[in-house]
């Protein structure tokens, strides 16, 4: 724990993720589960707690009740030095109305702010993958005497057009903020490369409160942060781009390095546990010098496979059983069940989870508790799992919470 400025953390926390549905039917995107033990939430906090950001506020929404239990269960720190990680509701203290943006969000929670009268706000996204030690990013920001500083990762500019882009001089000013442009700009150092914004954010802290004032009264805002109070503060030369690629992770490899992931689709969620289970992984959740935490499940004994019963080039959680059965190339969660006969291959199976004898899932996402029947199939029949199961455009299924296939 290094830092020792004034500094606020908040994360946004309150997205529906829709385009991941069924896995947020009836949990936060952020609380969707991740890597076999975590919750996606986890990395963003985790890298806060590792770099000594120990102040931080959760903004939560929709259906809020998993990432709050989550939070309260694994994110307990002491509160003897003032450290604390701490789930905010949507508290209604300006009207009888929901968080309409990000940035109202933020302004609905102004006496967060008030309270702690911080130095420096650091405001990022909870539903990425990716390691960071933002002191380094506090630090540019910091020596630019900018009021806000934006992570940005390098795409190359051909796939720019899917993200929101950044313009920037040579001195990393941002000088135009393009969100999906058809021709986005280049790098000022490589101009066949983009900065994609990653919706990470250094404010000063001062700035930030007067940027989201003057937006709370603008009545043709849509009161977003990247949409809204970043393109305002570059329209004043207050705002700068951190280059993600300079972010050195203690234990990190180059081949995991400057490692980011938006998951807000299927298939980006799906790929991103595909990048964990290399030999050597792309995403590699090994690293003992930048820990990612969670709750852990103390109360499970360690995975046992029985009866021949074996796993390749996967991960296996806690307490789950591989009786008999095969799995290559998947993600398995703890205290899953895979018996005789059965096959798992290419797929993410969350908690609970219970395989049948003779049983084959492919090329799936299986959600909390579901049943795989006897003899049953999942990615092996594509028309009849259409009738049941939403497939997505990279052909992975999707099977929801409980479901008995």
């Not at 296996?316 to 006969?341: P, Y």
Request: charged fraction near 20%.
């Amino acid at each position: 724990m290094r830092s020792k400025r004034h500094v606020l953390s908040i994360v946004l926390a309150g997205g529906e993720g829709k385009r991941l549905f069924p896995f947020t039917a009836d949990r936060a995107k952020p609380a969707v589960p991740f890597g076999g033990m975590y919750r996606l939430i986890d990395f963003v906090l985790s890298n806060l707690v590792n770099a000594g950001f120990v102040k931080i506020c959760v903004l939560t929404q929709y259906k809020s009740h998993s990432l709050d239990r989550h939070i309260s269960q694994a994110w307990q720190l002491s509160g003897i030095t003032g450290q604390y990680v701490t789930p905010v509701p949507a508290q209604q203290r300006l009207g009888k109305r929901w968080f309409t943006g990000s940035a109202d969000a933020i302004l609905q929670s102004m006496n967060l702010i008030h309270d702690e009268n911080p130095e420096y706000v650091i405001v990022f996204g909870a539903d990425h993958v990716y390691r960071m030690d933002p002191e380094q990013m506090l630090d540019a920001h910091i020596a630019s005497g900018a009021g806000v500083t934006v992570a940005g990762i390098r795409v190359p500019r051909s796939e720019a057009t899917a993200f929101g882009c950044i313009d920037a001089d040579d001195d990393n000013r941002i000088t135009e903020f393009l969100e999906k442009p058809a021709d986005p700009p280049g790098c000022p150092d490589d101009p066949e490369a983009t900065f994609a914004s990653m919706g990470n954010y250094v404010f000063t802290a001062q700035t930030l409160i007067d940027a989201i004032r003057e937006d709370a009264e603008n009545e043709d805002s849509e009161h977003d942060m990247g949409g809204d109070i970043i393109p305002m503060l570059v329209e004043r030369g207050e705002a700068y781009v951190y280059d993600f690629n300079d972010n050195q992770v203690p234990g990190a490899t180059e081949r995991d390095k400057a490692y980011w992931r938006d998951v807000g689709t299927i298939d980006a969620f799906y790929e991103a546990h595909m990048d964990l289970i290399s030999v050597h992984p792309v995403f590699n959740l090994y690293n003992r010098k930048w820990p990612i935490h969670t709750y852990g499940e103390d109360n499970l004994p360690p995975a046992k496979f029985v009866q021949g019963g074996i796993a390749q080039a996967s991960m296996v959680g806690a307490g789950t059983i591989i009786s008999g059965g095969t799995v290559r190339n998947s993600v398995l969660s703890s205290n899953i069940i895979v018996e005789d006969g059965a096959t798992v291959e290419g797929s993410v199976i969350f908690p609970g989870v219970r395989i049948g004898r003779g049983a084959v899932v492919r090329h799936a996402i299986l959600d909390k508790n579901v049943v795989v029947p006897d003899g049953a199939t999942v990615g092996v029949d594509h028309e009849r799992d259409a009738e049941r199961f939403k497939i997505s455009p990279g052909g992975v299924i999707s099977v929801g919470k409980g479901e008995v296939v």
